[in-house]
């Protein structure tokens, strides 16, 4: 009967001890998404992502004309510097079955600070999922300079 007891109390210590262990490792910290590239500039563009479900198993894929500088993951953000003037913004989710993504132009002024805002595109991801629907939807959002048809749309916030 002792050796049944000691047993017993040695399966309860190694669960004990494998449930803190899990639990330590699921803790968290607070991410701190660094530029890809920073083009450099005296004008400074903070991407704030929001956490939200929908599209939240990608990454939010920030480009600043043509160039890649940020990957945000849900809920995070990323800080370049660019040298003023115009520039082209895009957010993309190249591993989506989307067929568009969001582009649009700024102008942005020296010595600025300018927020934006990504937040997933809620119909595009809803008529994606329902299927052909999607050219139709990607196309009625999509000027000869903009397009707003992709899993993220971004909102300047300031």
């Given at each position: 009967?002792?050796?049944?007891?000691?047993?017993?109390?040695a399966?309860k210590?190694?669960l004990?001890?494998?449930?803190?262990?899990l639990?330590a490792?699921?803790?968290?910290?607070p991410v701190?998404?660094?530029?890809?590239?920073d083009?450099?500039g005296?004008?400074s563009?903070?991407f704030?992502?929001e956490?939200?479900?929908?599209?939240s198993?990608?990454n939010?894929?920030?480009?600043?004309?043509?160039?890649?500088?940020?990957a945000?993951?849900?809920?995070d953000s990323?800080?370049?510097n660019?040298?003023?003037?115009?520039?082209?913004l895009?957010v993309?989710n190249p591993?989506?079955?989307?067929y568009?993504?969001?582009?649009?132009s700024?102008?942005?002024?020296?010595?600025?600070t300018y927020?934006f805002?990504?937040?997933?595109?809620n119909?595009?991801?809803?008529?994606?999922?329902?299927g052909?629907?999607s050219?139709?939807?990607?196309?009625?959002n999509r000027t000869?300079?903009?397009s707003?048809?992709?899993?993220?749309t971004?909102?300047?916030?300031?």
């Open positions: 009967m002792k050796y049944i007891a000691r047993v017993n109390m399966y210590k190694l004990s001890t494998s449930l803190l262990a639990v490792g699921c803790q968290s910290t701190i998404v660094p530029a890809l590239k083009p450099g005296d004008v563009l903070i704030n992502r956490n939200k479900i929908l599209a198993r990608e939010a894929r920030v480009y600043v004309d043509s160039t890649e500088v940020c945000i993951p849900n809920g990323c800080q370049i660019i040298q003023s003037g115009t520039h082209a895009k993309d591993w989506s079955y989307s568009g993504m969001f582009s649009k700024y102008e942005f002024s020296s010595g600025k927020r805002i990504i937040s997933p595109n119909p595009d991801l809803i008529v994606n999922m329902v052909t629907g050219i139709i939807y990607n196309e009625a000869a300079t903009t707003d048809n992709g899993d993220f971004m909102k300047l916030a300031d």
